[in-house]
């Protein structure tokens, strides 16, 4: 079992900053890819920003030049900094991670956080 843990988020103001981070633990073999979705109240969940463990980014339109993903592969974390923010960036955030649990087997398997709040207010 991988677990992902969550931590940052908050309230800020337009144009403000935050950063979240999110550790994976447990039965880890490799992390292929992590990344941050994100779900606002009535709306399907996005992918905002992913990162492949050949450090390939790939971002949600309308966040490119505004939040900037990276991973330490040493502490299977995973960043989001976020700056600029804007009101539509409201959401729950979640950490996801596509995971090798064995060294043995090739299979793969998909991981969510429990999900971070950010809100931004105008």
């Known amino acids: ?36 979705y994100r779900q606002a109240p009535g709306k399907q969940r996005e992918l905002v920003a992913r990162i492949t463990n050949s450090d390939m980014t790939n971002y949600e339109d309308s966040v490119k030049g505004r939040f900037t993903i990276s991973r330490d592969d040493a502490k299977n974390t995973v960043y989001l900094q976020m700056n600029s923010l804007k009101p539509e960036d409201t959401a729950v955030y979640y950490c996801n991670a596509i995971v090798r649990t064995s060294a043995y087997v090739r299979n793969q398997y998909q991981y969510w956080g429990q999900g971070t709040q950010v809100t931004v207010s105008s």
Do not use: D, K, R, T
């Open 1 to 36: 079992q991988v677990h992902l843990v969550e931590s940052g988020g908050g309230l800020v103001q337009a144009g403000g900053s935050l950063s979240l981070s999110c550790a994976a633990s447990g039965s880890i073999f490799s992390i292929n890819v992590m990344g941050w």
